[in-house]
């Protein structure tokens, strides 16, 4: 059986309702490619669609295919600038770095991640009082947190779960900089494009710092006056951010353009779905998230599968709807900083997420099956790890913030995250004393 259709000595275009088959030599700047000639799996696209917005995007899939399908009703046109980005580009940038043990790296994390509050927080004092923003300290930051990201995306992780209400709104912008750029290196962007993606994610909120704090930090229901005031804050943002040369351009188009919609019913402008930058549409999503998972003035913070279910149920109306599913693909069902019960009863603390096997993280038990309080006990679950009746651990559901009395800005939790006690957590010995572990297959 032929994998694929051998290359046509004649150049054919059939004509079906809203796509058509063309010769990779026939494609053009602008078009959208929605199917190529063989599996998407077989080629290193990084989305299944993506519109033809460069020379070289022409170029990959002329080297990879003989034919595609284009859908010319996604067709992009070209001539509004450099505000038109692409739902998804194709190719990207392949890291083989080596992976250091979350033990080792959470120190480096943690000092990152405060040092990063200070700043974050000087940035909106700064906004308050007309003052400029210091870019130059906004770029080392994000330039320290991307380097621990890519030696153990894990720590760096773990303590955007941390954030204490007080402080919503800085902590919110310094976690939506952290994930976008997490986001990008599994989208295999370059580190330039991953850098700005975390200036936008740090200064996307800015605008909130200039809306009434009692509106902003209303513990109710806003009333519908109280919630136009809340959407301001896009146009504050651009307003403060567009009078800086030194600020990138997709950073001040976040900040103004995250509450948009691809079916054009978002604010400030109503802009449609092609006027919606790449950089954008992920701050969109991440902003989403983690919104939906922190505790808020007017809202507990729910389950991660909640939040995936806001995102999926948004897509191609609010979200872009691929970009949904590759965050989804890499943050994993249970992503690190989540509470979530085994199938004994027990509940855990996903510590650090497994590169291939998403359902068998590492997790720390804190409590029994009576959901009393327990001495921290270390899982690997990646392993075949069986309790005393020989049945394998695993996890049954995911849990929120704050259940059974357990607070990720306690500090019971954030002591977990000490490098001696990540260290003797790892070794086998710390394991349950009545459990078994044999390695699992991949």
């Given at each position: ?89 194709p ?14 790296e ?15 927080d ?10 400029p ?30 954030k ?35 200036i ?11 809306v ?9 229901k806003?009333?519908s ?14 307003q403060?951010?567009?009078?800086q040369?030194?600020?990138?351009p ?34 969109t ?23 995936y279910?806001v995102?999926?149920?948004?897509g ?38 497994h590169?291939k ?21 270390y ?57 078994r572990?044999?390695?699992?297959p991949?």
């Amino acid at each position: 059986m032929k994998l694929f259709k051998s290359r046509r000595k004649r150049q054919h275009t059939l004509q079906v309702p809203t796509r058509r088959r063309l010769h990779v030599s026939h494609l053009e700047l602008g078009m959208y490619v929605c199917e190529l000639d063989r599996p998407w799996r077989q080629t290193d696209f990084l989305f299944q669609g993506f519109p033809l917005l460069k020379v070289e995007h022409l170029q990959a899939v002329r080297q990879r295919c003989d034919y595609v399908f284009v859908d010319d009703t996604r067709r992009v046109s070209l001539d509004q600038g450099t505000f038109i980005m692409p739902s998804a580009t194709p190719g990207r940038v392949k890291r083989d770095l080596p992976r250091i043990p979350l033990s080792l790296e959470v120190e480096e994390a943690r000092q990152a991640y405060q040092a990063s509050g200070l700043v974050i927080d000087q940035v909106l004092i700064d906004v308050q009082h007309g003052r400029p923003i210091d870019t130059r300290s906004c770029q080392v930051l994000v330039k320290r947190n991307l380097e621990s990201l890519l030696r153990n995306e894990s720590a760096m992780l773990w303590l955007t779960r941390l954030k204490a209400q007080d402080r919503y709104t800085g902590l919110h912008c310094l976690s939506v900089s952290i994930l976008a750029m997490g986001f990008g290196v599994h989208l295999g962007l370059s580190n330039e494009k991953i850098e700005t993606l975390g200036i936008a994610g740090l200064l996307h909120d800015v605008g909130k710092i200039k809306v009434d704090p009692r509106i902003l930090n209303k513990p109710g229901k806003l009333t519908s006056e109280e919630f136009e005031q809340i959407k301001l804050h896009p146009a504050f943002g651009f307003q403060v951010l567009q009078g800086q040369a030194d600020i990138p351009p997709a950073a001040v188009q976040a900040a103004h353009a995250h509450h948009e919609r691809l079916d054009s019913r978002g604010y400030p402008l109503g802009l449609d779905r092609h006027q919606i930058p790449f950089i954008t549409r992920i701050i969109t999503i991440v902003d989403a998230f983690d919104a939906i998972t922190s505790h808020r003035p007017y809202d507990d913070a729910r389950p991660i599968q909640v939040a995936y279910d806001v995102l999926r149920s948004g897509g191609d109306k609010q979200f872009d709807e691929a970009l949904v599913h590759e965050f989804i693909r890499w943050l994993g069902v249970f992503p690190v900083g989540t509470l979530v019960e085994l199938h004994t009863g027990e509940v855990a603390l996903v510590l650090e997420k497994h590169e291939k096997l998403h359902l068998r993280p590492k997790v720390v038990v804190l409590r029994d099956a009576e959901k009393r309080p327990c001495e921290a006990r270390y899982l690997d679950l990646a392993q075949l790890t069986v309790d005393a009746q020989g049945v394998a651990y695993r996890i049954s559901s995911g849990l929120p913030d704050g259940a059974y009395g357990l607070y990720l800005a306690d500090p019971e939790l954030q002591a977990i995250l000490h490098p001696e006690l990540l260290a003797t957590l790892e070794p086998e010995s710390a394991l349950n004393p009545g459990a078994r572990r044999t390695q699992l297959p991949l």
